[in-house]
Structure formats: structure tokens, C-alpha cells
């Protein structure tokens, strides 16, 4: 099928109470992994690529990737820059066939960030583009205590910016956790109730899946999934370099078991998300 935007995916999601996985994908064997993962539990997906990705150049080849891959299967599946930052990266992104697009004003005083953001999604709209924002800071440290922001707050940068999908800080942070997090469901819930365009959850990794479920039932139809995923990714090279030894093996042959072990986890996310793994 087409690359499709979040309107191809999201609004349905939040209707039916569940959410669309986002995983970060850097490479052929993350691509593959993501989509083989959304086939076996036959959901729709996002391919998300960060910010990075498109300074050092790679974004141009990932996204290649993605749309040649997703077209072979019958699956919804949307291609998202993830945390652009700057008008060049939404630029780019609309040159490489994204569908959809964030704009990360978050660091910015809130005023400040509903007008650049707005910038965004006018520039995104023109060219038939979603676009992400983030309202509050999703922080990357624990030690960052920025606010959360009001649901009042919330809906007023939904209205004024007219984004069609919204990250809304409500205690998750991105990376693994150092102490248990503490998750604002009820935030959640009064901004779920507040605003109606589906809600992002940032900082999906490591955070606990009935405080993740919780939280989607709110209206949080996008749920990021970036850290664990790549922890996977790294710890499955680790162990079969160590199955290996100094044996030499072909790096395609390689690959195969370490695809198939983050396609596991990328599957186990797909289902918490859908609702249709049980919450314990
Ligand atoms: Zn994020």
C-alpha cells in the first residue's frame, strides 16, 4: 500500500480506544523488524525518523526504505519525523516523501512555541502533510523538572496551532528510567477529555504497561517507542557476537536473528498498544 498520514490512522485509533505504535528506525534491519511486526499482528504502524538522522543525511535512504517495504504489504503505515526541530529538517522531510511530520517547539516559553509551531503546520499543510507538536517538555533527564503543562493548556495549543496530532507532557520521559516514573494518568485523562485530536505518548520505553494503557485509553492514539527498541537492537548484536566468537559469518546472515528478536519486541509493543494484550 501508499505511505498514509496520521489521518489515514490516528482518529480511528483514539474512536476505538487504542493506540498506533512509533518506533524509531535508523537501518534496513529496523525498517524490516517494524514491518514484519505490524504484518504478523496486522495493525497499522509509524516508521519514525529522529531529527538526527536528518543532519547526518540518512533520513533520505531510510525513507526510501520505508516506502519501498511498506508498499509491498497491505498494511497502513506512515513515515514521521520524529522531533524536527528547525523549518530545513520539515523541509527535507516533505522532499523525501515523509506523510507526516513533528515540530518540537517544547524548549521554547509556550507563547513562543505555539507561534513557530504554527509556522510549521502551515508550511507541513501546504505541502499535504500532517504535523506533530509537543505541548509541556517530554524532559530526557530525569533531573529536567520542567512543569507539566495544564489541560487547559493543552487544548489552547491545540486550537491556536491547529495540529492534527498532539504530544502532551504528562510525566513520561524519554530514555530508560533510573527511579520509577511517576505517570499523571488522571493529566491524561482530564486532557483527553479537553481536547479531541489524538494525544502522543513520548517516552513510551521502560514505562510500566499499565500506566501505558491507561494513558491510551485517554486518547493518547500514538504511543513512541524509541529506547528499548534500540537497547534490544544493541543487546541482540552483543549476544550473537558472543554465539559467534572469531568464527567469521556473513553480516546478512548475521542480521537474520537479531531482525527477528526486535520484530518479537516490536510485536509485544503493537499488542500492548492495540488493547489486545491483557494489562498485569
Ligand atoms: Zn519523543
Request: with cysteine.
Amino acid at each position: 500500500m501508499p505511505l498514509v498520514d496520521f489521518n489515514g490512522i490516528l482518529p480511528q485509533a483514539r474512536a476505538e480506544g487504542r493506540a498506533v505504535c512509533a518506533f524509531n528506525v535508523v537501518n534496513c534491519e529496523t525498517v524490516t523488524a517494524v514491518l514484519q511486526a505490524a504484518e504478523r499482528e496486522k495493525q497499522p504502524v509509524i516508521c519514525q525518523v529522529f531529527r538526527r538522522l536528518f543532519d547526518t543525511g540518512k533520513a533520505h535512504y531510510v525513507a526510501a526504505l520505508v516506502r519501498h517495504l511498506a508498499e509491498q504489504t497491505d498494511l497502513n503505515v506512515a513515515l514521521h519525523l520524529d522531533h524536527g526541530q528547525t523549518l530545513k529538517q520539515i523541509k527535507q522531510a516533505i522532499d523525501y516523501g515523509f506523510t507526516s511530520v513533528m515540530f518540537d517547539g517544547s524548549t521554547l516559553p509556550y507563547e513562543e512555541n505555539i507561534k513557530q509551531t504554527s509556522v510549521a503546520v502551515k508550511l507541513a499543510h501546504d505541502a499535504g502533510l500532517t504535523i506533530e507538536g509537543e505541548v509541556g517538555h517530554i524532559p530526557y533527564t530525569e533531573n529536567d523538572k520542567t512543569p507539566l503543562p495544564t489541560a487547559q493548556e493543552v487544548l489552547e495549543f491545540a486550537n491556536e496551532t491547529g495540529v492534527d496530532a498532539l504530544a502532551a507532557a504528562v510525566g513520561t520521559s524519554h530514555g530508560f528510567y533510573k527511579t520509577a516514573p511517576v505517570i499523571q494518568t488522571d493529566l491524561a485523562k482530564e486532557i483527553g477529555e479537553l481536547v479531541k485530536i489524538p494525544l502522543v505518548l513520548h517516552g513510551g520505553s521502560d514505562t510500566p504497561d499499565d500506566k501505558v494503557q491507561q494513558v491510551i485509553t485517554s486518547g493518547f492514539a500514538k504511543l513512541n517507542i524509541a529506547t528499548e527498541f534500540m537497547a534490544e537492537f544493541l543487546h541482540a548484536v552483543r549476544d550473537e557476537i558472543q554465539t559467534h566468537g572469531e568464527n567469521f559469518v556473513p553480516v546478512d546472515l548475521f542480521m537474520d536473528p537479531i531482525v527477528n528478536r526486535i520484530s518479537e519486541l516490536a510485536g509485544r509493543k503493537i499488542r500492548l498498544a492495540s488493547m489486545t494484550q491483557p494489562v498485569h
